[in-house]
């Protein structure tokens, strides 16, 4: 591979599309190669091999002029995920990277050099924008609307099915996505990943969180699968419990303004559904009692 650029990370974008960005302190990631996968789009994915905060051949998106702040629903469900201690969300970072390191780092691939220079957005101090995400290694995807297998989790989440024992974290990990999706108005997943070992789930449809104009169809229909739901992560819900307003603002809006990852509303209604969700685990444990069935471990 090429020769090791060291990139210091900045603190994340604001919401204009040409921004001044201010370096954050002790962080940092050396990228020596991308090479892009053919995935177009807002941000397109690209093939990284990092070291530092990362280490690995990991996923790299570039912020392209057509949606320059598309990384932040990834970004802000990743830290909405990680403050509720939910280990299902690959961590992700954004980092400011010059151009010309960029531009080095694809030196081996002059078809996304091409498409990079065309589209890409460049900031201020001619950084541009790359969200990186750790990869998932193995399993396999199931679409968790209509899969078999899906429908098997929902069967031993609802309690229709006595669960194996050896696939309790699994059931846990199917609800634990739905809470997921619902509190931060994630309602376009269709796929998750199955570790091989099956027994967790891994989560990479995360940008449609916090839409300000959020689908309301999308959200009831969250919702009424989690009313059917009989069996919760004791943990998730205990860190919901505690996830108050000041944590969600140090969570996603620490700093000025222009490092904010979510605007005012979808913040609020955030919250709202939050609560929305302690008062139905209240409710289900109301019904059946805190037999230690409800919320497991």
Known sequence: MGEVTRVKRRAVLGFAAALLVSPSAGADVRISELKW??????????????????????????????????????????????????????????????????????????????????????????????????SIAGGHDVDIISGNEAATWRSWAEG????????????LAYVEALVLDFVTANVGRRLVTVDASRSTLSLKENGGAFNERADPRGLDSILAQLKRVNRFPKRLIDRLREFDRAEADRTL????????????????????????????????????GDSGLVLLP
């Not at 050099?113 to 924008?129: E, H, K, P, S």
């Open 160 to 171: 229709r099915e006595k669960v194996p024992a050896d696939r309790q974290s699994l059931m």
């Open 253 to 288: 809006r620490s700093g000025p303004f222009t490092t904010w990852l979510v605007a005012t509303r979808p913040l609020s209604e955030m919250m709202e559904r939050r609560r929305t969700i302690v008062s139905l685990v209240d409710a289900r444990l109301a019904d059946l």
């Open 37 to 134: 996968t053919g995935n177009k789009g807002p941000m397109p994915l690209f093939r990284a091999a990092v070291s530092g905060d990362f280490n690995g051949d990991l996923e790299a998106r570039i912020a392209m002029r057509s949606d320059p702040i598309v990384y932040k629903p990834r970004l802000a469900f990743y830290r909405v995920a990680a403050a509720l201690g939910s280990p299902l969300v690959p961590r992700c970072e954004a980092y400011q990277i010059r151009l010309s390191d960029v531009l080095h780092a694809l030196a081996r691939d002059a078809h996304g050099m091409t498409f990079l220079r065309n589209g890409v957005t460049v900031n201020n101090d001619g950084t541009v924008t790359v969200l990186i995400t750790e």
